[in-house]
Structure formats: C-alpha cells, structure tokens
T-cell receptor
C-alpha cells in the first residue's frame, strides 16, 4: 500500500539555524498538511496546502515557517530560525480525492521527523 | 470545529472486546466522525469514519448513536498491538485539517 514518507527521521540543530523537513506524499493525493506534536502533548495542526498554495494555517505557523512543493513530488516545511520550543515531532499528511470527484476525508500520515533544537 | 470528549484512559485484556466512547453533543449535520489512533512513536493512523450509519472495516466497527451526539469505536478482539492513543475527531465534509484532542490512551493487558 502506498504511504507517506518523511526525511530525515531525526534532526538535531542549533537554535537559530534553518531546517528543512521533507515529505513525499502519496502520488495521487492533492491536499497536503503539516502537523506537529511536542513531547507528551497532542497533535497540532500547522498548515494545509492545495493547488500550490496555503489553504489554511494555524496561529503556530508564523513568519518563521514556510511550505513548498518544489517539484511536484516533495512537500517541504522550512523553519527559518529555529527556537528551543520548535523541538517536536513533525508529521506530514496527505489526502486523496474522493472517487466521485469530491474530497475524501481520510488523511494519511507519515512516520514523522523528530526535531531537537539545542 | 465541534468538540469531542473522550475518557483519558482505558484498559482492556487481550482478546477481549473494547468499546471506546466519544461524546460530541454539538455535532452538526455535515460533520463526519473520524477515528484515528497513534501507536507509540508513530504518526496517527486512520481507523474508521462514518456519518450516520454504523460502519465496519477490517480494523474496527463504529457505532453511531441515533441522535449522533455520541459514538463508540469497537475493537472486537484487542491485541497488544492495539495499545495506542485513540482520537475521535469531527470534520466537515469540505473541512481541511483535523483538530486532535488528547484522545483515549488504551492499555491492553496480556
């Protein structure tokens, strides 16, 4: 069964450095998402992306964050200047279109990237 | 998004059925009821979803109350691999992101 993949699985960075987290969504999916989960806390929505633009974003997704789909397969999350509080698991998800042309409701999540900011 | 309420934790014995409840008294007519689970150190995984009728798939069953103000996820025979946090989430038909609550942490005892 096709699955969402994410790289790297772990990343350690210094505060203030830029990081890019990469995701390869399932190939026929059209909607893409980033979520994060701080250790011991709930999964939080960051941003959704459709038709090459952001469709929705949360308060967490400030100017330090950006997303891109540079080549039609990868979907990336960039954090420009990391802070200690950015340490978390970051999950990418994608959603497949419904068979009737409408939007299927099932999101498929990747295994996550564990980001540690020192 | 409408809010859901779930117990913080539940325990079950291996090979016994598990009923995980979810209350969603402010659900609207177009909200789908979704269940996801998160195994330790993994991303959320789709379990099942429904709108009004009960649903069955290879993983679980979803029983939806007639007034839709509550639902129950049923695992027919719990295994140790079913130990996870289970999330009940409401989503509009053309909604975008999921809003995750704290979920129910299910422990399965051998």
């Amino acid at each position: 069964e096709p699955e969402v993949t994410q790289t790297p699985s772990h990343q350690v960075t210094q505060m203030g450095q830029e990081v890019i987290l990469r995701c390869v969504p399932i190939s026929n999916h059209l909607y893409f998402y980033w979520y994060r989960q701080i250790l011991g806390q709930k999964v939080e929505f960051l941003v959704s992306f459709y038709n090459n633009e952001i469709s929705e974003k949360s308060e967490i997704f400030d100017d330090q964050f950006s997303v891109e789909r540079p080549d039609g397969s990868n979907f990336t999350l960039k954090i420009r200047s990391t802070k200690l509080e950015d340490s978390a698991m970051y999950f990418c998800a994608s959603l497949r279109p419904g068979t009737s042309g409408g939007m299927s409701e099932t999101q498929y999540f990747g295994p996550g990237t564990r980001l540690l900011v020192l | 998004d409408a809010k859901t309420t779930q117990p913080n934790s539940m325990e079950s014995n291996e090979e016994e059925p598990v009923h995980l409840p979810c209350n969603h008294s402010t659900i609207s007519g177009t909200d789908y009821i979704h269940w996801y689970r998160q195994l330790p150190s993994q991303g959320p995984e789709y379990v099942i979803h429904g709108l009004t009728s009960n649903v069955n798939n290879r993983m679980a069953s979803l029983a939806i109350a007639e007034d839709r103000k509550s639902s129950t996820l049923i695992l027919h025979r719990a295994t140790l691999r079913d130990a996870a946090v289970y999330y009940c989430i409401l989503r509009r038909v053309r909604g975008q992101n999921f809003v995750f609550g704290p979920g129910t942490r299910l422990s399965v005892l051998p």
